[in-house]
């Protein structure tokens, strides 16, 4: 298990602060991540004015893995800046970024030949075994317009919508990743379409997923994160029109 609790600012600890305090710190880290963004010249975020209340509905350890999420993104932000102002993309940015959040979590790759599967511009994800997602990478953020509040306090079923095959799929799979003897898998899927969810010009996408790593507690060994990789593009018209069952 990852000690989300750990990361966070001294004063939100054993929520010393009380609930606005952590309210607080979620708003102003998102800030800080969406500064960065607009550094990045990615496109501009959609708000949808709802993501303070979700937040404040959340039970207390998934406000601590968003919290977690926002203070280890907005380290890296700082650390990044600090060593390269002018570096913002393409694959050793990435990596560094990547390599960052594991150490940051107390993660390691249980397979670091991983690295040599990932191309410049692919995605990279990082879950727990709850299907949570702590950290992705800025090259997501071309693709997604969601606001990093709403992207946190919400799960990837309720942002997109997707075939009903491949949700299946994931569900069954992700139980397999956590045994003992699992390596580096490639997800057995095609490119499928990912539809915007509540964004009202909604936006249709393909992501064409790659691999799935198990991740470890650096001190325990036990896996209890994973690594998704995959690339993603935006989908044609002739696509888009398409009758597919999407849930």
């Not at 893995?65 to 890296?76: F, G, M, P, R, Y």
């Not at 979590?105 to 692919?122: E, G, T, V």
């Amino acid at each position: 298990m990852i000690a989300y609790q750990n990361l966070l600012h001294p004063s939100l600890k054993d929520n010393g602060s009380g609930e606005d305090g952590l309210v607080r710190e979620f708003l102003r880290l998102a800030r800080v991540h969406s500064a960065y963004l607009e550094q990045l010249n990615f496109p501009q975020r959609l708000v949808s004015g709802r993501s303070e209340e979700q937040f404040r509905q959340l039970p207390v350890m998934r406000k601590w893995q968003v919290l977690a999420d926002l203070t280890v993104n907005s380290e890296i932000i700082t650390e990044m800046v600090e060593e390269d102002p002018s570096s913002s993309s393409g694959r050793d940015f990435e990596f560094k970024c990547f390599d960052k959040a594991l150490r940051k979590f107390k993660l390691k790759l249980k397979d670091n030949d991983i690295f040599s599967k990932i191309d410049a511009d692919d995605i990279i994800e990082i879950y727990t075994h709850e299907g949570i997602q702590i950290y992705r990478s800025w090259s997501c953020f071309k693709f997604c317009r969601y606001s990093v509040e709403d992207l946190l306090v919400n799960n990837w079923q309720t942002l997109y919508s997707r075939p009903t095959y491949v949700v299946n799929y994931l569900m069954n799979l992700a139980p397999q990743i956590f045994q003992p003897d699992c390596e580096t898998v490639p997800y057995d899927l095609h490119e499928y379409l990912i539809v915007e969810k509540f964004i009202s010009e909604k936006r249709a996408l393909l992501f064409q997923m790659k691999y799935a790593s198990p991740l470890q507690n650096i001190e325990t060994g036990q896996t209890v994160a994973f690594v998704s990789t995959g690339a993603m593009r935006f989908a044609p018209e002739s696509v888009i029109g398409a009758n597919v069952d999407l849930i």
